[in-house]
């Protein structure tokens, strides 16, 4: 995931490809030999539904786009995957809005994570497999229904493992637990604060936060989660919307917390300084509060960013505080996350981490999608579907009309049954 691959692993539309690409090769039939599955994914090129930021803005942006993929862009060490799952991440909000930086200028196809099933291997790829299920993650490209990624950044999922689970996985774990165990350095006896408590990032810290022996955490979140997220592993859910969450803290625990993660930025960073103990860390992840409706808004931003936290090194020895910040995709170290997954992993196994599914949206529903996070109404991962919506599931809206038509059936029944009476009674005068 290092900044010079990214633009790789994502799928070009058909008019970003160069002149001089070479066409795909003339089908052929399938032979019978070790390389069958790449050799016959080759014969045409697939048609593949994508999710494409056309240009920045509201949600109309997003647009469902079918684009052809020829397999033989497939090079030595990558695997072709069948998209099963896609995550949407709150850096998705900003990218339509044009506040993600590292996600590339409009036409981009967007996602930075999936899992899905590998129907073809390149050359010297040897740890993978055609029918493998595995879970991959790249900066964008991700929303699409066959992606080509490098197979040493696919990770096999466990058996028991859903696809969807395995969609919800990277991104929000990840952040978790690097934010947790790499940065604030989690120990036994600590005290933690979340926002957004309901969120995908959000119960990933609570869960991974109980794998760690009497470890508090404060939550907020509105009213209607509580019970969930307090079921989840919250000790102390919070209602921001209606209590001064700071009083509420002081008021369980005086001295404040150990470690605050702040995925708000502007004043509630401040805040959050305000609440660590000494020797207290509090790391930066986010700022939600930027994001206010549909499309970007600037008094929103310049107020996020006047209230933002500004301080000295001296201040900070002073008080004896940790301030830093966190961002998944400025971590150049492939290794490490590699290690983190196969962690996270090994935690999935053990019955220690579960993602929680919020709900699931077919491509054609990516606006629904989108406005149910942007509204913070999900508790939990939202996740994206490639595959197109089944009539089957349209059924309900189709169910008023053979009633429409039988009312219309009678109607005409009775109109033809007087014409006939009137017909017979005019015969009688």
Same mark, same amino acid.
């Given at each position: 995931?290092?900044?010079?691959?990214?633009?790789?692993?994502?799928?070009?539309?058909?008019?970003?490809?160069?002149?001089?690409?070479?066409?795909?090769?003339?089908?052929?039939?399938?032979?019978?030999?070790?390389?069958?599955?790449?050799?016959?994914?080759?014969?045409?090129?697939?048609?593949?539904?994508?999710?494409?930021?056309?240009?920045?803005?509201?949600?109309?942006?997003?647009?469902?786009?079918?684009?052809?993929?020829?397999?033989?862009?497939?090079?030595?060490?990558?695997?072709?995957?069948?998209?099963?799952?896609?995550?949407?991440?709150?850096?998705?909000?900003?990218?339509?809005?044009?506040?993600?930086? #590292?996600? %590339?200028?409009?036409? @981009?196809?967007?996602? $930075?994570?999936?899992? !899905? *099933?590998?129907? =073809?291997?390149?050359?010297?790829?040897?740890?993978?497999?055609?029918?493998?299920?595995?879970?991959?993650?790249?900066?964008?490209?991700?929303?699409?229904?066959?992606?080509?990624?490098?197979?040493?950044?696919?990770?096999?999922?466990?058996?028991?493992?859903?696809?969807?689970?395995?969609?919800?996985?990277?991104?929000?774990?990840?952040?978790?637990?690097?934010?947790?165990?790499?940065?604030?350095? #989690?120990? %036994?006896?600590?005290? @933690?604060?979340?926002? $957004?408590?309901?969120? !995908? *990032?959000?119960? =990933?810290?609570?869960?991974?936060?109980?794998?760690?022996?009497?470890?508090?955490?404060?939550?907020?979140?509105?009213?209607?989660?509580?019970?969930?997220?307090?079921?989840?592993?919250?000790?102390?859910?919070?209602?921001?919307?209606?209590?001064?969450?700071?009083?509420?803290?002081?008021?369980?625990?005086?001295?404040?917390?150990?470690?605050?993660?702040?995925?708000?930025?502007?004043?509630?960073?401040?805040?959050?300084?305000?609440?660590?103990?000494?020797?207290?860390?509090?790391?930066?992840?986010?700022? =939600?509060?930027?994001?206010?409706?549909?499309?970007?808004?600037?008094?929103?931003?310049?107020?996020?960013?006047?209230?933002?936290?500004?301080?000295?090194?001296?201040?900070?020895?002073?008080?004896?505080?940790?301030?830093?910040?966190?961002?998944?995709?400025?971590?150049?170290?492939?290794?490490?996350?590699?290690?983190?997954?196969?962690?996270?992993?090994?935690?999935?196994?053990?019955?220690?981490?579960?993602?929680?599914?919020?709900?699931?949206?077919?491509?054609?529903?990516?606006?629904?999608?989108?406005?149910?996070?942007?509204?913070?109404?999900?508790?939990?991962?939202?996740?994206?579907?490639?595959?197109?919506?089944?009539?089957?599931?349209?059924?309900?809206?189709?169910?008023?009309?053979?009633?429409?038509?039988?009312?219309?059936?009678?109607?005409?029944?009775?109109?033809?049954?007087?014409?006939?009476?009137?017909?017979?009674?005019?015969?009688?005068?």
């Amino acid at each position: 995931m290092s900044g010079e691959e990214a633009p790789t692993q994502q799928l070009q539309p058909e008019q970003e490809k160069k002149p001089d690409e070479p066409p795909p090769a003339a089908p052929e039939p399938p032979l019978e030999s070790e390389g069958s599955p790449a050799a016959a994914a080759e014969e045409k090129e697939l048609p593949c539904r994508a999710l494409v930021l056309t240009g920045y803005g509201g949600y109309d942006k997003v647009k469902m786009q079918v684009k052809a993929l020829s397999p033989s862009q497939l090079k030595a060490g990558e695997v072709l995957i069948r998209v099963k799952a896609c995550g949407l991440n709150f850096a998705e909000l900003l990218g339509r809005q044009g506040l993600y930086e #590292l996600l %590339p200028a409009p036409p @981009v196809t967007m996602g $930075m994570e999936g899992c !899905g *099933v590998i129907e =073809a291997c390149g050359e010297d790829v040897k740890d993978r497999k055609v029918g493998d299920r595995v879970i991959t993650l790249a900066r964008s490209g991700m929303w699409q229904e066959v992606v080509i990624v490098p197979a040493d950044r696919t990770f096999l999922m466990p058996e028991q493992m859903s696809f969807e689970e395995g969609a919800a996985l990277p991104v929000n774990y990840l952040t978790a637990y690097m934010m947790l165990f790499e940065m604030a350095n #989690l120990r %036994p006896g600590k005290s @933690v604060l979340i926002h $957004m408590a309901a969120g !995908g *990032v959000g119960v =990933a810290v609570t869960q991974l936060c109980r794998t760690v022996q009497d470890v508090t955490v404060f939550g907020t979140a509105s009213a209607s989660k509580h019970e969930t997220i307090s079921q989840g592993g919250v000790t102390h859910p919070i209602d921001y919307r209606t209590k001064d969450y700071v009083e509420e803290i002081r008021k369980i625990s005086p001295k404040g917390v150990d470690i605050v993660l702040d995925p708000l930025g502007g004043s509630d960073t401040q805040k959050g300084f305000s609440l660590l103990k000494p020797l207290g860390t509090l790391l930066v992840f986010g700022a =939600a509060n930027c994001v206010t409706g549909q499309k970007k808004n600037l008094l929103a931003m310049a107020k996020t960013w006047y209230h933002q936290l500004s301080l000295s090194a001296l201040k900070l020895m002073q008080v004896n505080k940790a301030v830093g910040g966190f961002h998944l995709g400025y971590i150049p170290d492939e290794e490490l996350i590699s290690r983190t997954m196969v962690t996270l992993l090994e935690l999935y196994k053990q019955g220690k981490i579960k993602p929680r599914i919020d709900s699931c949206y077919h491509f054609e529903e990516v606006t629904d999608a989108m406005k149910r996070m942007h509204e913070r109404q999900n508790i939990g991962k939202v996740i994206l579907l490639p595959e197109a919506k089944k009539k089957e599931e349209e059924k309900p809206k189709s169910d008023p009309e053979p009633v429409e038509s039988e009312e219309k059936t009678g109607a005409a029944v009775s109109e033809q049954k007087e014409e006939v009476a009137e017909e017979v009674q005019a015969e009688k005068d």
